[in-house]
Structure formats: structure tokens, C-alpha cells
């Protein structure tokens, strides 16, 4: 097993049983970062147990949690007092029924989602939840591009850093990746009967499980086995 890997995670949108399966699959060790690209949340049937095994995972290695646009919504709502509808009807429903109640959510979840990142980057890659602006540095990026703005929306020239992006938000509703080269899309729509992905990003290695957590291949396979692209 490679020392210091780091592992990025696409939208699990509170699908439990595949991250389980992924967690197990790629047996976490306190030398990896572990990447989660936002959107962990809504849609799916445990959010909660989802929040509940991210948490655990953060005491197993680097836990890098980057705040996607499900996120804002239900911090929008928890912090901030808006009303419910939007957040609701956008895959929140299924999250409150995860808890109960919007006032069952337990503290520690929305504290544990307060402390999101934006960006996180390394030498050769950086990580967003949705897009970028190409020229514009990551500290600079607009928060709406970077957690709304989907690949098919406006799909990105190379970063100035010259540095691959790696990102999630637009759904691959085939299950498959998308390796662009210059921009890598892990979204591969574990909520909607695809799988969800985990890519090793320096091996280019990934492994994939579907929403009831039967993994794709358990070994896992090459990026290129299972990769397109373009859309």
C-alpha cells in the first residue's frame, strides 16, 4: 500500500452504505488525505449516517471537507434562518428525515459542516466542488462558480497554475469519470444508480460502490478502465 496518498471523494448526496464500502475498499491510514468534494449531503436515504462517518473518518487521516452548494442551502437555513422551501424541495427533505426534524440536527453535524474549505490544492492538482475561472487564482475564484456552476455550463480552459482540477457537482449519469485531462469530474451519480467514486489521485487508481455499498470492482481498477473524455 502507497504511503501519503490522497484520495478525493465525489457527491455522496447521503448515500451511507456505498462511503462505507469505499472506507473499507481503501483502508484509510493516518498518511492519507482524504478529499470530499462537497454535496454529502440531501437526496439520498442517510445523511446522518453519513456526517456520522465522515467524522469517525477524520480521526483515521487527513479529512479535507470542501463545502459544496447542499451545504450552503441547509447552513443557509441552520445559521442563517432562511426559510426551508428551496433547501427543501433541492434534495432536503431527505436529509431532515434522516434526523427527524430540522431541529433534531445534532450540533456537532452543523458544527462539523462549519468547518468546510472552498479549495484545498497540492502541486500538480486542486480540488473545488463545481468549476473555476482559469486565470483567476483559487483565493479569488467566485464562491457561486465554485459551488454552482456546472462543467456543462461552462466548461473550463487549464488553470493558470497549470495545475488539474479535480472536481465534482456535475453529474456523470453514466457512471462513468471524466478525465478531460486538465479537469478530472468524479460525480458519477452514486444517488441516481451510478456509483460513487473515490480516485487515488497520484496512482490514478479508483474504486466505485453503488448506493446499496456493492462495489463496482473490490480491488478497484485504473482511472483509464473506467474513465471518458469528454460528456
Known amino acids: 500500500m502507497n504511503s501519503a496518498r490522497i484520495i478525493a471523494v465525489g457527491d455522496i448526496h447521503g448515500c451511507a452504505e456505498a462511503l462505507r464500502s469505499l472506507i473499507a475498499a481503501v483502508e484509510p491510514t493516518a ?10 449531503i440531501d437526496r439520498g436515504p442517510d445523511s446522518a449516517g453519513v456526517i456520522e462517518q465522515l467524522m469517525e473518518l477524520q480521526d483515521a487521516c487527513r479529512l479535507v471537507f470542501l463545502l459544496g452548494n447542499h451545504e450552503q442551502m441547509m447552513l443557509d437555513v441552520v445559521d442563517h434562518g432562511e426559510q426551508p422551501a428551496f433547501w427543501l424541495t433541492c434534495g432536503g427533505s431527505e436529509t431532515v428525515e434522516s ?3 430540522i431541529d433534531q440536527i445534532p450540533p ?3 458544527e462539523w459542516l462549519r ?3 472552498l479549495a484545498y490544492e497540492t502541486d500538480e492538482y486542486f480540488f473545488v466542488h463545481a468549476n473555476y475561472v482559469a486565470h483567476l487564482p483559487l483565493e479569488e475564484q467566485p464562491t457561486d462558480v465554485l459551488l454552482w456552476q456546472h462543467l456543462t455550463t461552462s466548461f473550463p480552459e487549464p ?6 482540477a479535480v472536481v465534482g457537482h456535475t453529474p456523470q449519469t453514466d457512471g462513468v469519470v471524466l478525465d478531460a485531462g486538465h479537469v478530472i469530474g468524479i460525480d458519477t ?4 444508480g451510478g456509483w460513487l467514486t473515490a480516485l487515488d489521485v497520484t496512482r490514478r487508481w479508483t474504486w466505485q460502490a453503488d448506493r446499496d455499498g456493492t462495489m463496482r470492482r473490490p480491488g478497484g481498477m485504473r482511472l483509464s478502465d473506467c474513465s471518458k473524455n469528454d460528456f
Open 189 to 192: 451519480y452514486c444517488v441516481g
Open 108 to 110: 456537532s453535524h452543523v
Open 31 to 40: 498518511a492519507d488525505t482524504w478529499v470530499v468534494l462537497g454535496d454529502v
Open 99 to 101: 434526523y427527524g426534524e
Open 159 to 164: 488553470h493558470v497554475t497549470g495545475r488539474i
Open 115 to 117: 468547518r468546510h474549505q
